[in-house]
DNA sequence: GCCGACTGTCACAGAGCTGTCACAGGCCCT
DNA sequence: AGGGCCTGTGACAGCTCTGTGACAGTCGGC
């Protein structure tokens, strides 16, 4: 099975000789593994053996065609698919994306375009499970609802957690104590209260380096704190 | 804030007057929410106000360009963008998605490829339902609907097994009590009953080398519970 | 340097959250 | 109809977290 691989195993479906080799060639040469078919049938019977990480698929294929085998793909896999054309019809591109690929690409193509390509794609899959903030040290997974500094992990309160939350989702932007009441604490009114400042600082107490002299969580005299995202 | 919403909410950043009103109008039309900006510092304000689902964003602006507005992005949201441009050289195309755009986009472009290309990337590949998730020694077997712990037999009642299978479908990633009463007990409202502590209480209870200790089901602390995968 | 305003820090009491348990009703099977 | 297993509920204890007020420290303007 690839999909934890460091290296993504792609399986190439075109069935010109000629573009089929100079592809997987090309593909190689930019750390793919590469499995190759000619057909739609023999695609299929590889994808099932062999489960790669995403597939590159000919439109123009004799026996079924390209979109006709996304379409089959699809209905029991979820992996990624790079339609490959000669024809650049809009149309085409819409019924294309529209059978279940991920992207649209027209012949002739730059291998480094093609692995640009992929690339994006399979980053996109990622991220579908990680929705994530950096900032230096600090990482924030907002599925995971975890917050790591140099990889370990933080223990945050339910509240440290939503603050930084939402001090992330505004990164170099000031937000005045008002505004943070109303984001995560869902107050309308403002005592004078150093409720936000208490919190702040029992928060940078767990991520900054040195919580005397804050470089994530800023003061902003006279408004409110920022989160900066370091240089 | 767009992330649940039915209609994908989009940020367009394109400078080009009539460029912008025209693309507007068209993803209107083809039932998206649009907010645009004009500039890179606008789009980056709106984004950060307003949550988009993804954005389109423009390559030619005045200003920082669209590949470092791309960039800054990327350090905090992994929101899906997709770069619009006129230039069609190979090595933007590269330079772009190494920026950590999803799809490159070359102008001009028909709106219904643009609004194809954007369901395709918003299109979430539900986690492929594997049939068979492994969690350190349990394996859950979809199609079976047997779960075995160091390859003995679990016997989970029904409910256990379709909370376990939820939490199996997004492992990682931090479920709320409410979330959890959807997808299991298909409730809405959430009365501060103790039912999801309970049916995960009873679910550790078979799942868990040591139930007071759990490494399996995590509780995360003001939100829900969570699947972890041992490392 | 002085002053006022703003911010950091601390300790503590009360609130809130979670784990745990016992129990009653419901469902299914026999 | 009876019995056994599931399931949902409420109560409760333990623990963590939260909000508060007081006070010290810091910053900036004059």
Redesign the interface.
């Known amino acids: 099975m690839g999909q934890n691989d460091a290296v993504p195993f792609l399986l190439l479906i075109e069935d010109d000789d000629s573009i089929r080799t100079a592809l997987e060639l090309s593909l190689s040469r930019q750390g793919h593994r590469v499995a190759t078919a000619a057909t739609g049938e023999d695609g299929l019977k590889l994808l099932r053996e062999q489960r790669p990480d995403l597939i590159v698929l000919d439109v123009m294929l004799p026996g079924i065609d390209g979109f006709e085998v996304c379409r089959r793909i699809r209905r029991t896999?979820?992996?990624?698919i790079i339609l490959l054309t000669a024809r650049s019809d809009?149309i085409d591109?819409?019924v294309g994306?529209?059978s279940?690929?991920?992207?649209?690409v027209v012949k002739p193509v730059?291998g480094?375009?093609l692995d640009?390509?992929i690339?994006?794609?399979l980053?996109?899959?990622e991220?579908?499970?990680?929705?994530?903030?950096?900032?230096g040290a600090l990482v924030i997974d907002r599925?995971?609802?975890t917050v790591t500094k140099n990889g370990e992990d933080l223990q945050l309160?339910?509240?440290e957690?939503?603050l930084l939350l939402e001090l992330?989702?505004?990164?170099g932007?000031a937000l005045s104590r008002q505004q943070l009441l109303r984001l995560v604490w869902e107050h309308d009114y403002l005592g004078d209260s150093r409720l936000v400042d208490a919190c702040v600082q029992r928060l940078r107490a767990k991520v900054e380096d040195v919580p005397s002299s804050p470089t994530l969580i800023r003061t902003v005299r006279g408004v409110g704190y920022r989160l900066d995202?370091p240089a």
Chains 1, 2 share one sequence.
């Open positions: 896999d979820q992996l990624p809009d591109v819409v994306l529209e279940g690929a991920d992207d649209y730059q480094r375009v640009a390509r690339r994006a794609v980053r996109r899959g991220r579908e499970s990680t929705d994530s903030a950096t900032f599925s995971a609802m309160t339910p509240t957690l939503r992330s989702r505004r990164p932007q995202v």
